[in-house]
């Protein structure tokens, strides 16, 4: 597998990192039986819940550090998201309002 490139700025990294994910073995039958769940705050994946506002806080720190050191961040790709529970509070908390999902 290619790892995406630092100076690649686009849908160019995505596209490569899901072409070579496409035999992967990777049964997202899976995932898609647990739609209902990912969300429910007191289902299977509470956990998640519960650690994400440590996450978040993470990832933005380090995107705002990046961003003082480099300038603006246009993107930020979160590859393997399950239900989307961290890439969604991202979205929201760095007034990002885009999101790739490989099935589709």
């Known amino acids: 597998m290619q790892r995406p490139h630092a100076q690649d700025h686009g849908g160019e990294a995505i596209e490569r990192y899901f072409a070579s994910r496409a035999n992967s073995g990777i049964d997202n039958a899976q995932y898609d ?3 209902e ?3 429910r705050k007191d289902g299977p994946h509470f956990g998640l819940h519960q ?3 440590l996450r ?3 990832f933005v ?3 705002r550090a990046h961003e ?3 300038g603006p961040v246009r ?3 979160e590859i ?3 239900g989307g529970i961290l890439s969604e509070a991202l979205a929201v908390t760095l007034n990002r309002r885009h999101a790739e999902d490989g099935d589709g």
């Open 37 to 39: 769940e990912w969300w």
């Open 51 to 53: 650690m994400n506002p």
């Open 75 to 77: 993107r930020v790709l």
């Open 61 to 63: 720190d380090q995107v």
């Open 80 to 82: 393997g998201c399950g």
């Open 68 to 70: 003082r050191a480099n």
């Open 33 to 35: 039986a647990l739609h």
């Open 56 to 58: 978040v806080a993470f």
